[in-house]
């Protein structure tokens, strides 16, 4: 196997630390899946009889991981009412962003004094996948090295990433780093919104609210911002007609 491929493969015979916590995304106002957002908030829309959140919890919870950061501002009582009616056997913290919405890096800044592990995971809330020969998270965190990351993005290919209608999101080397799309032009591999990140990512952030982009961009430059290939099928539920599209490829998995 040549060093392209490898580095391409999440090392499923590395034994995997899954990060203690978790940063879940679930602050936004989901304005594409509308009308269904009118009165509930994206991550619990349900798809096969579960909302979108519970099946990241289920993930979650099958790789170990012990702690919740969860951010909330639209519809926000809506999702603590959801997270303390279960018995999802996790320890969570909410980071309170009803006063303003602070996107994906301001989130994700705010909640930092709340995640009491480096690195740690973020996700959005969102997220539907299909593991592949094993464990999505624990390939993750198999992949991680914390002397040459501050983040590490799990991606999948425009081919698997089901039901997902943009040009692609990055580029990848032989070694797993990382870099943009250009302008007009078509990247291979899609951002499933899964990530491992070290805090060092948060470090010198701007004020206030911003995207995460700002901080993967300086990674980049870095060269310090790596991808890992999901093995499995991922599901872009965007909008309301993707979900019986995603339904019908669920029970075709």
Known sequence: MNKSKRALRLRAEVPAEVPHTAMIMAAGLGKRMRPLTATRPKPLIEVRGKALLDHVLDK????????LVVNVHYLADLVEAHLAGREHGFEVAVSDERKLL????GGLVQAAPLIDSDPFLALNSDNLWVDGPAD???LLASQWDDAKMDALLLLVPQA???GHKGMGDFHMDREGRLRRRERSHVAPFVFTGIQMVSKRLLRDAPEGPFSTNILWDRAIEEGRCFGAVHQGLWFDVGTPSSIPLTETALENA
């Not at 979650?60 to 702690?67: I, S």
């Not at 602070?102 to 890096?105: I, K, L, Q, S, V």
């Open 136 to 138: 999505t998270i624990r």
């Open 60 to 67: 979650l919870r099958t790789a170990g991981v012990k702690k």
């Open 160 to 162: 698997r990433a089901l």
């Open 102 to 105: 602070m996107e994906t890096g």
